[in-house]
């Protein structure tokens, strides 16, 4: 078993019958939703609220039953993966490209458990992955300039050469920063410059991160 397939498949035990689960999206959540699929199967009453499109076909392709976020007042529990987890549960979230339906999901969760691999935990935010922005395509070039300045360096991101372009119609700007000392602050920033929809930092949302080793999950607690 991989480690992105242990972590993932690990976090399904903490699915209880009739919950309302949010789905994320991602390479090491892809094996807890064909867990949910199977649990489907086994008589489960759930619903799952997808945080993008590929992750509601999968979903739909495992007869998962789907409802909408507007329909409910909160989620019980979200399980969504993570590009880097520091000491305290702090995350960069986006490179999936659904990091504000993410964010949105995880804003209305009584719980959310992340799930990763070893590679993803980190001492400092920003010294592995890019933060991912979403921007309205009108202020991609001025919300690129403002992240200079802020110390970063911004990079519209592409797929198959052409501009990505998110399931809300927006780009993203992969922005690297040399570590990012001050997570909230710079949180503050970014989502100040008009133009930017949402950042991929994801302070103080999770309750328990989920990592995948090679002699088993370890499960860390907020």
Do not use: W
Request: hydrophobic letters at 40%.
């Amino acid at each position: 078993m991989n480690l992105k397939q242990m972590a993932g498949e690990k976090a399904a035990e903490y699915i209880e019958d009739g919950m309302i689960l949010g789905l994320g999206t991602g390479s090491t959540v892809y094996y807890t939703i064909l867990r949910i699929g199977q649990m489907i199967k086994e008589g489960y009453d759930l619903i799952g609220i997808p945080t993008s499109r590929k992750t509601e076909e999968l979903a739909r392709s495992l007869n998962i039953p789907l409802g909408r976020l507007d329909d409910y007042s909160y989620i019980d529990l979200t399980i969504d993966g993570a590009d880097e987890v520091d000491p305290e549960l702090n995350l960069i979230k986006g490179m999936g490209g659904a990091l504000v339906r993410e964010k949105i999901v995880a804003a209305s969760s009584r719980r959310e458990i992340i799930v990763v691999d070893e590679a993803k935990m980190v001492r400092m935010l920003g010294t592995r992955s890019p933060l991912p922005v979403e921007v309205i395509p009108f202020g991609t070039g001025f919300v690129r300039e403002r992240l200079t300045v802020l110390g970063g360096s911004p990079r519209v991101r592409e797929m198959n050469e052409k501009i990505f372009v998110t399931d809300n119609g927006n780009n993203i700007l992969d922005t690297v920063f040399d570590g990012i000392s001050d997570p909230r602050k710079l949180e503050q920033d970014i989502n100040n410059l008009p133009g930017v929809v949402e950042n991929g930092l994801f302070l103080g949302m999770a309750d328990r991160v989920i990592v995948g080793h090679e002699d088993g999950p370890e499960i860390i607690e907020k």
